[in-house]
């Protein structure tokens, strides 16, 4: 029973989150890492004083919040684009491909990602299907401690994981 408008805007959101994520990367690769910080400890600032408003103002709720996430996500993605553009003397038609070029791409990248596609596939049914299996014949109460046991599971791997390399020299 949630409501679809909500649903929506968080997929926004998410999509928004990964494109930032994108753009946030290729300042990184030109050497724009400090100036693009800059702009997130200012879209940071905006952001908290907005939250805060709506907070003191009883507008703050779910779709305010996520609202003022989405644009505070824009503003850091159409600044850092215009950054990386002015600063980096990226002339846009250098960056058009053109369709065989782009077929020979996607052919190269589906040729190596197949393998961990069907992988992930196969590990997120798995995952998941214990989680449904276990709320349906259990319940939530059971239901939370699977999820607590696989949080322990995760950290004891992390740290057997992080051991391993220096019991294994030679």
Known sequence: GQNPIIIYAVL?????NSFLLIVRNVND?????????????????FFTVSILS????????????IILSCLSFLFLIISGTIFFIKKSNIILGDLKLTKPDIIRYTKEFFVFVSPLLILSIL?????????????????????????ITEKICG?????????????QRE
Request: aromatic share 22%; proline share 1%.
């Open 12 to 16: 926004i959101y998410v999509l928004l």
């Open 29 to 45: 690769i030109l050497g724009f890492t400090s100036q693009f910080e800059l702009l997130v400890i200012i879209q940071t600032i």
């Open 54 to 65: 709506s907070f003191y103002l009883n507008k703050l709720n779910i779709n305010s919040y």
């Open 123 to 147: 590990l997120f049914i798995s995952t998941y299907l214990d989680r449904w299996l276990i709320q349906k014949f259990y319940g939530s109460v059971e239901q939370g401690y699977f999820s």
């Open 155 to 167: 950290i004891v791997f992390l740290f057997t994981s992080s051991f391993l390399p220096l019991l």
